[in-house]
């Protein structure tokens, strides 16, 4: 089957060939009649002290969020985890969203920006989230990798975008499922939910909340009913980024 990427996914969208918002309520009637393969892809990148390995925590996360995405809706997310390299844009095209997760603070070369700059204005969506481990951290904040992307590399990246928190009325938090009180917060620093808009379309969010715990292993690590929270939470992010982008 073709996979698809984000811009054809928002064009067959306007044009009702792939529409799935609001869906919930009545999904056995769109059983087997899912459209072409999105596929999903982490972000591999280095971190503070040349660490090369921080990236990929968890990988059965991802997994899991795929599986709630396509249980819960009718898009046809690819179940496997893909590998696209920062330093090189050929690797991050084919993918209409990128997860990015680590603990530690990236250290993205100039090229690394670069790319990541271009794959943004090609119409692809970054979703980046802090890790809170607590195995490699510098300091006790817990929230190294949130600080260096939103103080450092988002406004190198893009620095004609606007970086600020979401208020808990923005889309994102009621596209699919609600949550009233903004962004689910599994461990780490409450700074909230922040979006990056560039001439009012959201290109990228940035969270702290380690809600990819949650998605892994959340009921054990922070209590019951966490998973389903986290995950409910990773199926608004992602549909919401392929589907209503435009949004402010």
């Not at 054809?8 to 306007?14: G, N, S, V, Y």
């Not at 949130?146 to 406004?155: C, G, K, L, Q, S």
Request: charged share 25%; aromatic share 10%.
């Amino acid at each position: 089957m073709d996979r698809i990427g984000r811009a054809q996914f928002l064009k067959l969208l306007a044009t009702g060939g792939a529409s799935f918002l609001g869906l919930h309520y009545s999904l056995p009637a769109f059983a087997g009649q899912r459209g072409p393969l999105s596929p999903w892809a982490r972000l591999r990148f280095t971190c503070r002290g040349g660490d090369t390995d921080d990236w990929n925590v968890h990988p059965n996360g991802d997994l899991h969020l795929i599986d709630a995405v396509r249980d819960q809706s009718t898009a046809n997310v690819e179940k496997r985890w893909n590998v696209a390299d920062v330093a090189q844009l050929d690797s991050l095209v084919p993918f209409p969203f990128l997860f990015m997760h680590s603990e530690m603070a990236p250290e993205l070369s100039e090229t690394d920006r670069a790319n990541l700059r271009e794959y943004l204005l090609r119409g692809g969506f970054l979703f980046a989230e802090d890790c809170v481990m607590g195995k490699h951290r510098s300091d006790r904040s817990g929230d190294e990798f949130f600080r260096r992307m939103a103080e450092v590399d988002i406004p190198k990246i893009l620095p004609e975008a606007k970086l600020e928190r979401i208020p808990n009325d923005h889309p994102v938090f009621h596209c699919y499922h609600d949550f009233q009180n903004g962004l689910p917060h599994m461990q780490g620093v409450r700074h909230g939910l922040h979006g990056m808009t560039l001439d009012g379309r959201l290109v990228a969010l940035l969270s702290p909340s380690d809600i990819h715990c949650g998605w892994t292993n959340g009921d054990r690590w922070f209590g019951n009913g966490k998973r389903s929270q986290a995950l409910k939470m990773g199926v608004n992010i992602y549909l919401h980024a392929m589907s209503r982008a435009a949004d402010a």
